[in-house]
């Protein structure tokens, strides 16, 4: 597209000023440059919603070692002190042994009770329901990063937007600053034949108001450069006194629309596709882990402990005892609610099977609208890339022909809205082709800084 330069005609009709470009300020900071990439990258870093996504990967990671802990031992330690102020019968050292050669206080207790041990338990089996816990909370792990991907792209998409109707506005804003000024220079020329007698009043009025009416065109541009502006430095989390510099330009590069090789990259790769489908897998393992609670329950267990009337005689053989067993629960009947839990999965196991019907029938439509707006955008592109060269040339024909006498003023002027109108159009068809590529790469899940 145009450079931003632009060299305003010396004519009667007072130039639009900006009181806020024209007032004394002290220099400032040089303006941060940006690229499309760069800009991705600071909206992403600073955006808040990404942030606390983050904090929810990084929690499922926790709950998932919270899911592991079934399978490994629970290893427990305990001491304890007692005063008791009788016991049924009190032994001690060597004036009484068991038959098993024990302390007798071991089995009835001291007066001063001191011990210390510690045990250890294993859960051997409950029907599948602590294997289909930890596979769920590892799906739920690819969840959360699946949702925060999908904000990534979110973000992304509204970085492109920004950025692209900043390069939009900015453009606009060139096209009416030419138009101005091309007016001006038309009417300074009408006004010097005005002058010689070779120009009619009814010309001279007419190229006055036409500048007077291209000006609203220019505020309401420089208007557009501006709210975007802002637009983009709240996403970026920057000041509003900031400035910054696009350092791209309004272009694009034509792409090969093949709707079908679109749609298969969409259902692989658009996290919304991919979180229904987790959810599928979620209702599987939902419906085996209510299942296990009306399967048996296998655990095992193993102790030791001391105990004795003094802490120097405590940790000893004859001070110990251990114990080792394993224990089986069936449960038989637990008022339905095996049965409650089992349906409720099965309706949710249902339910994330529809949704994920929906998404896919969204994204079809969804990539079919991008492929219609790039192949639209591209007709309007081409349309416009010649009609630009055609209006130059009518524009160019139009003032001589004035000049010599034999064409009319309003040839000019319609020949210089003509010019605007092409370039504006022009520019708008790169908009649409960019705003329809960025969508397309956020139905497929494609982003611009993915490693």
């Known amino acids: 597209m145009r450079a931003r330069t632009l060299v305003m005609a010396a004519v009667s009709i ?34 808040k919603e990404i942030q606390i996504q983050e904090k929810e990967v990084r929690a499922a990671r926790a709950a998932r070692l919270g899911a592991v802990s079934p399978f490994l031992p629970q290893v427990q330690v305990n001491g304890g002190y ?23 206080g071991v089995f009835t207790g001291y007066k001063d009770n001191i011990n210390a041990g510690g045990a250890v338990t294993q859960s051997v089996y409950r029907g599948g329901g602590d294997y289909a816990a930890l596979r769920k909370a590892g799906l739920e792990i690819t969840v959360q990063e699946e949702t925060l991907r999908a904000r990534l792209l979110d973000v992304e998409f509204d970085a492109k937007r920004l950025y692209y109707g900043l390069l ?13 000024a091309q007016a001006q220079a038309h009417y300074a020329d009408v006004s010097g034949k ?15 108001v036409h500048v007077a009416l291209v000006i609203p065109q220019l505020v309401g541009a420089q208007n557009s450069v501006e709210m975007i502006g802002a637009d983009l430095k709240k996403l970026l989390s920057l000041r509003m006194q900031d400035e910054i510099a696009l350092t791209e330009r309004l272009d694009y590069v034509p792409v090969a629309v093949d709707e ?5 990259r969409a259902y692989e790769r658009r996290p919304e596709m991919i979180l229904k489908s987790l959810g599928v897998d979620m209702g599987e393992w939902s419906i085996r882990q209510a299942r296990a609670t009306r399967l048996p329950r296998v655990d095992a267990s193993a102790a030791t402990f001391f105990q004795a009337d003094e802490v120097g005689r405590l940790f000893n053989s004859r001070h110990n005892l251990w114990s080792a067993g394993a224990a089986v629960t069936l449960p038989i009947f637990d008022g339905f609610y095996t049965k409650s839990k089992v349906d409720q999965a099965w309706a949710r196991y249902a339910q994330a099977g529809l949704a994920k019907e929906n998404t896919a029938e969204a994204t079809a439509v969804d990539v079919r609208r991008a492929c219609l707006d790039l192949r639209r955008a591209q007709s309007i592109i081409d349309s416009q890339r010649d009609n630009i060269v055609e209006a130059r040339e009518a524009l160019r024909i139009s003032e001589v022909a004035y000049g010599n006498g034999v064409g009319t003023n309003l040839d000019v002027l319609d020949s210089l ?34 490693p």
Do not use: W
């Open 168 to 180: 939009l506005a900015q453009e606009n804003e060139c096209i009416a600053e030419d138009l101005l």
């Open 417 to 450: 809205v003509s010019l605007s109108q092409a370039e504006q159009y022009y520019a708008s068809g790169i908009y649409d082709y960019l705003m329809a590529k960025a969508s397309l790469d956020r139905t497929m899940g494609e982003s611009a800084v993915a």
């Open 260 to 264: 079908g090789a679109f749609l298969r």
């Open 82 to 104: 007692t005063h008791n102020s009788a016991t049924l019968f009190e032994g001690g050292g060597d004036r009484a042994l068991s038959d098993s050669g024990k302390d007798a």
């Open 14 to 47: 007072p130039v639009l000023a900006d009181p806020l470009r024209l007032s004394a300020a002290p220099p400032g900071p040089p303006p941060l440059p940006l690229t499309l990439r760069r800009t991705i990258e600071l909206a992403h870093a600073n955006n």
């Open 194 to 208: 005005y002058a010689h007698g070779t120009a009619s009043r009814f010309d001279l009025l007419q190229s006055k």
